[in-house]
């Protein structure tokens, strides 16, 4: 962020500490205008240097927006001068428009200290300097959210970078060239890029990788990479470790929906899917590294998945997947895909059973409003008897010291097929525990389970959600829906509005664990956008199992 103050020739100033470093410098070989630049331990200020008091406008530039420094020697072998170069990436407001983006800025200065003039190494040392300066300063200012607990990349970096050539519009590789690539050479990180060349080679690179050798894995595609990528280390023996590799996802795809979390987190504004990289990429350069929550997916045939975003069935899962032949037209393939299965609403028959995350669990026999008792006479009671006991019992251990707050990772023993434990669901074949909630309602339009707060680039499908809450988001559109009401719920996610658009169709509740039992023969359900086998599916939330690169 740019600010610009009226007089400030001191080198001092009150509010951005002491001065580190003072110098003047042109900006190249030759040139007349010098400028006076002092750094903080917070700003980078640039103030030109003249006699005339109006022209003397000082630059600040945050460090917080720097994502590196270098020095080098001037290019001609005549010239004994050095430069340093700071790339900072603020942001800018569009002119009469809420939105914006980070945009480049590099400011270059050319040492050539009148008593070393014709002292190149000299100069050179005086431009590392201020480079190393700079750079340690804006390794120390990092955006970030008040209350979260962050890590860090370790530096110097390496990452493993993943390109799906085929995602989005196609245009994934071409993205990284124009866009990431100087980025991260600016901000000095290496890295190795490897191009997919099928589905699933990224999840078996990362099953075999040796982790020693990186410091990230990062992705640029849209959210099925990072969902093979998860996958691959929780399939490893060693998942408990593998798993707390710096994880990173830059917008490739068309729907983009954790890069749309991630920038949604850090308070800016919405803004062009060109905005959405440059955020993932400065973020990427900064490398704070959150925890990020997982939930563990189990599907009737006993296939287990972890998934980071989102459980889908109904009109969502066939919007998402019916959709994937408008991806020509980018993120606007979700309001076509929208629009025409709108024309062509379903019901979905199934039956669907949570554990809140907030409310105390509903005794046996009391029922909320508009819900089943915790036993109902439905396919989850067929083996009550036998589950109450080994159910209740493996719940309750569970259930007592986290319902209320976080699905705990740390307390549950381990899982003999890998991955954590969980500890509160029960096998798909017994009835959900007592003290579930099961919905009275078995007609639906859509069930959908957030665990960010972005259902696509433009969708706030859960603006309340963060990286680790512990919860998942849960959503479902009860049959009897109008076209048109349905139309506005969504109009309405675009600016994430829609929880306070009162329609009595729309349920939304947090939890800690749910099961999908679907009625309706055939359909499609979906995990972080990717088809999964269709039929019962349970989850639960795993807290903060992972970690994220982001602000
Ligand atoms: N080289 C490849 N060729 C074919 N499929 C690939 C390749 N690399 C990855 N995939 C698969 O392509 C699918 C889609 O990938 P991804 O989600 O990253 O892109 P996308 O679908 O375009 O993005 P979005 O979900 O945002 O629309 C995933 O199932 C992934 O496993």
Redesign the pocket.
Known sequence: MEEKLPEAEAPQRRDAGRVLLYGEFAAAAGAKVRFAVSLTDTELAVQRVTAASASRTRVVHYLMDCVGCRAFRAEEDADPGAYFSAYFYPFRRRWMSSTGGRQRLELRFRVAAATAARDPQGNLREAERWALAIREGSARHRPHREGVVYGEVRRPCRLMLLV?????RGQALCLFTSHIQHMLTEAGVTHTLI????????RELVREADLSQWDALV?I?????L??VVNGLMERDDWEEAIQTPLGILP??????LAASIHHYTGSPPGSSEDLLVSCGFLLCKGLVSRLDLVSVSLASGLRLFSFLSLAWGFVADVDIESEKY?YVGAARFTVGTLVRLASLRVYRGRLAYLPAEEPPPRCGASPQGHAPGFCSSLFCQKKASADQGAAHTFRNSCNSNNATKASRSEAPPAASGGPADSLLVPLEQPVPSHWTVVKEEDFVLVLAMYQSHLAEDLLAAPGASLEDGVMHLFYVKAGISRAALLRLFLAMEKGVHLAAGCPDLVYVKVLALRLEPLTPKGVITVD??VVEYGPVQAQVHSGLARLIAG
């Open positions: 799906n050539p085929h995602s989005g191009v997919t060349e099928r589905q699933n080679h990224a992705i595609s849209g959210d099925g990479l969902f093979e490739g795809g068309s729907g983009n929906a991806r956008g990717e």
